[in-house]
């Protein structure tokens, strides 16, 4: 009689907070299985029976027989397909299909949702868990079919920026935030080992946490950035014995001895955009869109295209900054201008202009939620972090921003794009545009016409060279 009362009375928080986290756990499953559904159907519809180029790097080196022309990191994720692969037929990718559509699954319907609202706001629910899935599945469907680092690098740098941000704005508790130092240093050393050009993100955060540290002790000025670099040299440690023993060099570099980035700045200056046929012959594979402009400036006095170096691309553009200018932003809008989601195109690009309108659609639907004027009232005012979200945001897209002199690949803007899928998913109200829309018909109308507009006009005239 006494036990019956006490067993009966709700836990601390209340009924209503139990229930809430019971739906949310509900919500969070039923989106995870939906999500991986819909990736096996992606994988089904697309079909892919081979792999090509990078892809098939990356395949060939989760055997971890020989050290590869990539980082460890990403071939030993894919391992345990592979083994279960070579242990089955060496032939099926049926292990790869299920492993990673529930891996990819996982983390953007459990992870993602709570790593961006954590920075950005929003809110989130089982719809909105499933929105970036079914834009990442109908935009770009060859990250989740081919065995490619963009995807998986972007995550762990978008884990890594969320988990400073809550060591910087969570309680000073000693261990939970040395932990999730090590965790975020951890995390930004795996997207540098997944994808190179994600060292343009680790060395800011890095930055970001001496700078935090720098109001609190003497003593722990020094050890929290420590932390964090302790984090990082626990994922680099073996791609340096790696190199250590194959290349003959100490370096945490994924591809030591290859230095592509010259290349790559002298080929930008020529080419806007760079596409991938499924054609066997990797000679006859590439489809380089020729940016005219470019090639005049190459003929121009004092520029020498025989020597493709750093200092020499620097000279260039303080020789000529508006040409090179243009051409950057020919890179941004041919890189945001997606036709090739496949990654491996079986089609020319020029037949995909539908594809195109929706990618850039998408695009000018993110800016709108994010500039809206209503949506910066006071009830969203307040934002979770007490850092600016456009610096993370920055943050997060800087490695876009350094690879876009080179010749990119509409892959190379996924950071863009996810941004604006979660903005779309997490943040979008309706009646805050609908709001927006009453005030400033005209001149949203307007924006939409003229993005799109500028943005279909310099794609066109890519399609045509």
Known sequence: MIIAPLALSPPEGGLLHVTSAAQTRFSAAVSFLLASA???????HQDVSQFFYDARDYWEQAALQVAGPRGYLFPLLLAPARWTARALDESTLAPYR???????????????????TSVFGGKVSLPRRLIPCFLLATLFPGLLTYPVSGLPALLFCFGAAAVVQLWHDGPDDGVGANWRLLAAGA???????TRSIYLFSLLPLFVMVVVASATTSFQRRAALPLLFVAGALLVSLPQLVINKQVHGTFSPSPSPGRDLFAFQLFLGLEVQRYETTDHPDGAKAGV???????????????????????PNYLEILRAYPMHVLGVYGRHWVNGLDVRDGRLYITRKSDTRDAMSFYGFSL?????????????????DARHPSSSSPWLWAGILLLPVAAIA????????????????????????????LAADLRVRYGRVLLMFVLALSVFSAISLTTMAQ
């Not at 819909?38 to 994988?43: A, P, R, S, W, Y």
């Open 187 to 193: 995390l930004a050393a795996a997207a540098y080992n």
């Open 405 to 432: 002199p080179g010749a990119v690949e509409t892959r190379f803007f996924v950071p863009v794009y996810l941004l604006a899928f979660c903005t779309i998913a997490f943040k979008f109200d309706v009646r805050t």
């Open 363 to 379: 695009l000018a639907l993110a800016a709108w939620i994010l500039l809206a004027p209503a949506a910066r009232s006071a009830r």
């Open 98 to 116: 299920i492993f990673f559509s529930l891996a990819y699954a996982a983390v953007l319907t459990l992870v993602l949702p709570r790593l961006f």
């Open 38 to 44: 819909l990736f096996l159907f992606v994988h089904a």
């Open 288 to 310: 380089p869109y020729i940016d005219d402009a470019g090639r005049r400036l190459m003929e121009k006095p004092g520029v020498d295209e025989e020597r493709r170096s750093l």
